[in-house]
């Protein structure tokens, strides 16, 4: 993965596919320096060389890479891959910086079909590292001829369109006009039971309450890549599921359990707050005068122009002018721990990929399963608890009060906003920080904002 990245999933399913088919690859790990690939490169003189990153930022390094690569001399194909990219980023800007070819990694098996083509062409004199296939270009390897290119140019901001993001969100941009969206109205005021942080670490979380929080869809589907066929029906799918993938799953809960290995951990608490334009400004919860920070949200430019700092109330304004908290702003972090990043490292290490997929793949979900475990306990302590045995597929389509919004997304996209929210949270003492390159460490760890008015919502056109 490129400098700063953690996320290593990606990466390592196209070293255990392209190996276990013939393929000699040189993993050189997370957090790469150009100057480190640069380097392998002239040791090994690899075929082609493939880059990863999970975040937009990571993007921009990729670019940098393949413009270093030219000044190096390397012009061999080079495939990028990860969910912050797009085709048309990768076909457009990242092609466009590189004298060899630039291939769009969908998928492992994606990389795989054009590595066998690759080896074919190169094998038949059908290769130019310059100028690619010299023949046809087989179809389905995610590259394109300069004409098609040219046909469709990446926007500056291509890759920034490729965030991960809710099927209700939308992409938000920042609007001049500050102005309450007229579709919120300011709410009471709510009391929370403390103010300030507290921490819980895994003797006070009762891991069976999180595994109920697991969105199993997003597990199956989204990280054990158990995807329903176009030739089965969806009661076969189902049924599929309940066979193969539901009884891996209750082996690893157990195995998590009796082998501690996950280590659950909570940083939150609430926040004096009021609401100045499109910022949420927060204050010292000891010193009720005294700004700790802000954060600075978009504003959707059409529709009904939302923008989270809505959901909270103005702030008030003293008799000397200075500013005063009128709300409380919930804030959570949460996370597997340095334990569960360890154990996948050791299955990978170890060849056991398939144990490797599913580990890691559990631990992502359910550092997002006991995202949803702490938001459920903010509303209950607010004043809101969820209806006793509440469905979790009314829990994922949020039919309760608020939102909960991760930085990352449309609607709070500046991830670095995390750094501060650690530091105000005290996420230290669960052992949660924030690199160089503004991603989260553990691996399996997340950060939100809570709003809890009653149109809090994820951002809709």
């Not at 949420?280 to 005294?290: C, E, G």
């Not at 599913?358 to 631990?363: A, D, R, T, W």
């Not at 509303?379 to 939102?403: I, K, N």
Request: overall charge negative; charged content about 20%.
């Amino acid at each position: 993965t490129v400098k700063g990245d953690v996320h290593d999933i990606g990466k390592n399913l196209v070293d255990i596919i392209l190996t276990n088919n013939g393929y000699n690859v040189v993993n050189l790990g997370i957090k790469q320096s150009c100057e480190a690939i640069i380097d392998a490169q002239r040791q090994h003189q690899a075929d082609c060389i493939a880059m990863s990153g999970l975040l937009v930022k990571s993007t921009a390094f990729m670019k940098d890479n393949l413009e270093a690569f030219n000044q190096a001399g390397i012009a061999v194909p080079v495939i990028l891959g990860g969910a912050a990219l797009t085709p048309r980023f990768v076909n457009g800007d990242c092609r466009a910086a590189y004298q060899g070819q630039v291939v769009y990694g969908r998928d492992a098996f994606a990389d795989l079909r054009f590595m066998d083509a690759l080896m074919e062409a190169k094998a038949g004199g059908a290769w130019d590292d310059l100028r690619g296939f010299l023949g046809p270009i087989p179809e389905g390897l995610g590259i394109v001829s300069p004409e098609t290119a040219a046909e469709e140019p990446a926007k500056a901001d291509g890759a920034r369109e490729a965030v991960a993001i809710s099927p209700t969100e939308v992409t938000v941009s920042v609007e001049p006009n500050d102005q309450r969206s007229t579709a919120v109205t300011e709410e009471s005021a709510l009391e929370p039971p403390f103010w300030g942080s507290q921490i819980l670490t895994e003797q006070e979380i009762d891991l069976q309450e999180v595994f109920a929080y697991l969105d199993r869809n997003a597990l199956f589907a989204g990280q054990w890549q158990l995807r329903k066929t176009q030739q089965q029906s969806r009661e076969d799918y189902e049924a599929m599921l309940v066979e193969k993938a539901e009884p891996v799953l209750q082996q690893w809960m157990a195995r998590c359990l009796e082998d501690g290995l996950l280590s659950p951990r909570v940083a939150y608490g609430y926040f004096p707050c009021g609401r100045s334009g499109n910022a949420v400004v927060l204050f010292d919860p000891a010193k009720r005068k005294q700004q700790l920070g802000r954060f600075e949200l978009p504003r959707q430019r059409s529709g009904n122009r939302y923008c989270i700092a809505d959901f909270y109330r103005d702030l008030a304004i003293a008799a000397d002018g200075s500013s005063l908290p009128t709300d409380v702003l919930p804030m959570q972090a949460v996370t597997m721990g340095e334990g569960a990043t360890s154990f996948a490292q050791q299955l990978f290490k170890a060849d056991q990929y398939t144990d490797y997929l599913y580990f890691h793949g559990l631990g992502v979900q359910l550092a997002e399963a006991l995202a949803e475990w702490v938001h459920v306990r903010i509303r209950r302590e607010l004043g809101f608890p969820d209806p006793t045995a509440m469905p979790l597929r009314d829990v994922l389509a949020q039919r309760y009060r608020g939102s909960r919004y991760s930085f990352g997304y449309p609607a709070c996209p500046n991830v670095a906003d995390s750094r501060q929210q650690l530091a105000w949270l005290g996420a230290e003492r669960i052992g949660m920080s924030m690199d160089e390159s503004d991603q989260l460490e553990p691996e399996q760890s997340t950060t939100a904002l809570v709003a809890l008015h009653t149109q809090a919502r994820y951002f809709s056109a």
